[in-house]
């Protein structure tokens, strides 16, 4: 049994993750304490839609598209789909299918088609994802917009608008939190409805899928609003473990005192409790974003980023039993 766990703190990044517009305020999406004071967050959504980009833009991912009525055709005999030879085709073919997961209902080729069994066509997430919560606090911030160049310009010409566009945009800068926590024994693997598995993949396929997840998150980034804001880790602390838990979840607490963050190294210590007995992690800084940096250094062995993400890329080789990929 194998379980890969990631808490990460990421580099300060702004407005990550818009909600819906109240007439022409774009409101950020956020999270309501119980003191009354606000964090914002980036979505599990949205932070899982900019990991598919990247495995797509740099790592040749195939993401879910209009070929899967192709898929549907070639499962499919005398009107009824074979639910697990669609399921296991779609798994080998599509990487976002088999990491993240994903739910097919009334799946059709010139007309809906019957299910061997169950309604749906079901993949659980072997990899899962939390909300990112900001670090310091929401304060009410507000920028100011409007398209006055352009209007001068172009717009009042094309468009034939008489006056320009105002807009206000809520805006928050702040390192964030989440977790990533995979499942490395059902990556590869297609489940049935009856609780049987079966191999789809061989495990070297099975390592390079998760090693390129960890470069996506080494590197993670936003493209928001026409800015470029970088999600790469200032903090790491995880591994592969013989327990399937995302055990530093509640274990990592920061606070931004202005200058540099400041890490609960109790809190963290702590935490270590809940690994299994002979365990321990990895914990990964950036040089000069704590205040207590010395101190997390001589307690817990931190090593540059890099290297935390070298160790654990092994470590899944070790379990995958691969020597190179």
């Not at 088609?113 to 997430?125: F, P, T």
């Not at 310009?153 to 008489?162: A, F, G, P, W």
């Not at 210590?269 to 990964?284: A, D, Q, R």
Request: with cysteine; hydrophobic share 35%; charged share 30%.
């Amino acid at each position: 049994m194998g379980g890969l766990t990631l808490t990460i703190i990421t580099a300060k990044a702004s407005s990550l993750n818009y909600g819906e517009s109240v007439g022409n305020v774009s409101v950020l999406k956020k999270l309501s304490l119980g003191d009354g004071s606000q964090k914002t967050f980036v979505s599990d959504k949205a932070l899982k839609y900019d990991m598919r980009r990247k495995g797509k833009e740099e790592k040749g991912w195939k993401l879910l598209d209009e070929e899967l009525k192709n898929y549907v055709a070639g499962n499919t005999t005398n009107g009824t789909l074979d639910v697990d030879s669609f399921g296991k085709t779609v798994l080998k073919s599509y990487e976002e299918f088999d990491l993240f997961g994903g739910l097919f209902t009334n799946l059709k080729t010139e007309e809906k088609v019957k299910l061997s069994y169950g309604d749906s066509v079901k993949r659980v997430c072997p990899v899962k994802v939390t909300y990112a919560f900001s670090i310091s606090k929401f304060s009410g911030d507000i920028n100011f917009l409007n398209n006055i160049d352009a209007y001068n310009r172009y717009i009042k010409h094309v468009e034939d608008k008489s006056e320009q566009a105002i807009a206000n945009s809520e805006e928050h800068t702040s390192h964030y939190l989440y977790t990533v926590t995979v499942d490395l024994d059902r990556i590869g693997v297609w489940e049935k409805e009856d609780g049987t598995t079966e191999e789809v993949l061989d495990n070297k396929e099975k390592a390079k899928r998760v090693l390129d997840l960890l470069d996506i998150i080494k590197t993670l980034n936003r493209q928001i609003k026409g800015r470029w804001e970088n999600l790469s880790p200032v903090f790491v602390v995880g591994g592969v473990f013989n327990v399937k838990h995302p055990f530093f979840m509640e274990g990592v607490e920061a606070v931004d005192n202005g200058d540099k963050l400041w890490l609960n190294i109790q809190r963290l210590k702590e935490s270590y409790g809940y690994l299994p007995e002979g365990e321990t992690p990895i914990v990964g800084i950036l040089s000069g974003v704590f205040e207590n940096e010395g101190e997390i250094r001589d307690t817990f062995g931190a090593v540059p980023i890099a290297e935390v993400f070298n160790k654990i890329k092994d470590k899944v080789r070790e379990h995958y039993g691969v020597s190179e990929v």
